[in-house]
Structures are given as C-alpha cells and as structure tokens.
C-alpha cells in the first residue's frame, strides 16, 4: 500500500515524492519580443506540469532560431540577454518550490535543469555567432592599428630599437568608428608614438654628450656607453649620470695617489735592486775567476790521469786481443783435425755400407753426370728450356734425380 503525505491540503506520494491529487496546466503566455511569463498556478503547492512546460518552451526557443548578421549582431546579443533571464526566471521558480518540500525538489531540480540546458544551449549559440563577428571587429581594429602605427613610426621617424608601442589596450569596442579608428583612439595612438620618440631623441642626444661631460668632468677615462644603458631612458639620467662621475673622480683621485705611491716606491726597488745586483755580479766575478782557476788545474790533472789510464788500458787490451787469438787459432786447429777425423770415418763407415749393400744386391750405384749446351730462340725463358729437358730426360730415364742450370759466368 502506498503511504501518503499530506501537506497544504495537497497528497504525495511518501516514497517518490510525486503529487497524487490532480495536476493543473501551466499556462505559458507568449507575449510577441517579449519573455514568456511562466505561471505556477496556486499557492503554496505544486500544480507544475513540466513536460506539458518542455514542450511549450521548445515551440517557444524556435523565435530564437536566428541567423546572427552585422544587421542582427546586437538584436541577438539582446536576445542572448533574454533568453539568460529566462533562464534564471526557472531557476528561480525551482528555488521557490523546493523550499515546499524536499523529496519532490530533487525530481523538480533535475527538471527544470534540463529547461534551463535547453536555453542556455541556445544563448551560448547566440553568443558563438555574436563572438564570430566579435573576433572579426577585433581583428579589423588590430589590423588598423597597426597600419596607422607603422604610418606614424614612418612619419616620426622612429627606428626599429624604439618601435615598441604595444596597441594592446587600445583593441576595444570603442576604438572603431564604423570602418575606421576612431579619433580617440588615433589621438592616443599618436601620443604613444610620440612618447617613443621623444625617448629616443633623449637618449640619442645623451649618448652624444656623454664623453663630453666625463671629460669636462675630469675623467681621465670616459664612462662607456655600454655602462649607463640601463639608466639612458630614465627621467633621472643626469643624476644618476653624475653620481657615476662623482665616484669615478674619487676613484680616479685614489688611482692617481696610489700610482704615485707605487711609483716612488718601484723606484726605490729599484735602486735597491741595482745596488745588490752591482754587489753580486762583482762578487760572481771574483768567485768566477777562482773557480776557473780551480777547474783548469783539475782539469789537467785529470788530463794527465786519463793519458796514464788509456794508455794502460791500450797496452792490456792488445795484450787480451793477443792472449785471445792464440786461444782461438788453437781451438780452430783442434776443431779442424776433429772434423777430419770424423769425415774421415763417416766416409770410411759409408763404403763399407755401400759395399756390402752391392756385395749382397750383386748390383752397384754409378752416378752420372752430363752437361748438356743448347741454342734456342732469345725469346724462351731459361726455366722453360730446362723444364722441357726434365720431361724428355724423365721419358727414358726413371732415375733422374735433377735438372738445373748452369751458370756460366
């Protein structure tokens, strides 16, 4: 069974929050270019039939259906406004009732939400197609602003380093008239250009005069310019500037009494110096002289030493080279008889081999040796002429051992 609620002689369901008892027709009066006047009849009690109200209002948002020209621009920036308070007409209603009761506000919240999306869905199509044109007047400003600075920095004269006028602040509804900037914004224009240019008539005339104005000071050195750009465009320069000089004259000043100082006693170093280098060199002379004396003597001591030693050196080296040949010769006549004596037997060793070898075979070995001399053509290579002897030689005689060349010369 459902539990029923009653509240201002109105009954609702306990759980979903619904209106049970008749709901009454919300009558929506569309008055021509003009917010429609949206009615919750009653009291204090509910009586909103909000899809009967969906379908009224989209019928109704179908005026708002507008192609956004240059002629219709601030028509639809109003309905825009329109359609905005609306919007807050519903929302305002939805704060009313819901204050009634709270379990049907939430179902009377989600409604009127999506009425309120639906409209503004519409104004924010109005406001994209009103930025459209928006955009484009700001741009034709931007674009005529810089057309009329680029004119002014050309007239004035002005050079790149100084053309820094930001036009920002002058991009707004109120800098065009019609097609064309409007005088405000020319007039202001202008000024700032002018500004620009006063600036760098200042510094221009400031960088001229500065080494003037350091050497009329007394500087010995001039300040750079390089060292005052970051106070040349300030209103204060020339305070700043003579500050500058102020401490340079007194640093110039202690520079100049330090150097004498120095100087005075560079010189008196000097001397100094030279009196002591006078005292050495003479005593570097004297020590000289004696150490020459002392080096000559032992010099030909040592000379006397070394002929004594290279002479005797000389004497037992012929003695060694002699003592080493005999030892040598005799070794190499020992060497020689051994080898005799050894070839000897290898000799007498191999015949025995060899004729006992035969004695057993009944055969014996003879080498042969044969010198052949042939004419062929200038043109054949040594080695083809000897090769084409071993392979006739090899066709009758299987025991040929070697085939080679002699040399002649």
């Known amino acids: 069974m459902i539990e029923i609620i009653e509240h201002n002689g109105e009954k609702y369901n306990a759980e979903t929050g619904e209106l049970i008892n008749e709901v009454e027709q919300v009558e929506v009066e569309i008055i021509e270019d003009n917010l429609p006047d949206i009615v919750c009849n009653g009291g204090t009690h509910i009586k909103t039939n909000t899809e009967q109200l969906k379908r009224e209002l989209i019928i109704h948002l179908e005026k708002y259906d507008i192609e956004v020209t240059e002629e219709t621009e601030k028509d639809a920036s109003k309905q825009a406004t329109e359609l905005n308070k609306l919007a807050k007409d519903l929302n305002s209603k939805r704060l009313e009732v819901s204050k009634l009761i709270k379990r049907p506000a939430d179902e009377l919240k989600d409604s009127i939400d999506e009425l309120i999306a639906l409209v503004q869905e519409k104004r924010i199509d109005i406001l994209e197609k009103v930025e459209v044109f928006k955009s484009k007047r700001m741009l034709l400003i931007e674009t005529l602003l810089n057309q009329e600075l680029d004119l002014l920095y050309v007239s004035q004269n002005v050079s790149d380093k100084y053309q820094v006028v930001d036009i920002k602040p002058l991009i707004k509804e109120t800098s065009l008239s019609k097609t064309k900037l409007s005088k405000a914004a020319l007039e202001t224009l202008e000024s700032m250009v002018r500004k620009v240019k006063a600036l760098e008539d200042a510094v221009t005339i400031r960088e001229l005069q500065l080494e003037m104005i350091c050497t009329r000071s007394g500087l010995s050195f001039p300040i750079e310019i390089n060292e005052v750009q970051h106070i040349i465009q300030e209103d204060n320069y020339q305070d700043l500037l003579n500050g500058m000089i102020e401490n340079r004259l007194a640093v110039q000043e202690k ?155």
């Open 255 to 409: 520079m100049k009494a330090q150097a004498k100082a120095d100087e005075e006693k560079r010189i008196a170093e000097f001397e100094r110096v030279e009196k002591e280098k006078q005292e050495a060199l003479e005593l570097a002379r004297l020590q000289e002289r004696e150490k020459e004396k002392q080096e000559r003597e032992q010099r030909e001591a040592f000379r006397i030493a070394e002929l004594e030693r290279v002479e005797r050196e000389k004497q037992e080296a012929i003695q060694a080279v002699k003592d080493e040949a005999i030892v040598k010769e005799n070794q190499r006549i020992q060497e020689i008889e051994r080898k005799t004596k050894e070839e000897q037997h290898q000799r007498e060793l191999a015949e025995k081999i060899k004729i006992e070898e035969e004695r057993k075979s009944g055969k014996k070995t003879v080498r042969v040796s044969a010198i052949f001399e042939v004419e062929v053509n200038v043109s054949l290579d040594n080695k083809t002429v000897i090769e084409g002897f071993r392979e006739k030689l090899n066709e009758h005689f299987n025991s040929l051992l070697s085939v080679e060349e002699i040399n002649q010369f």
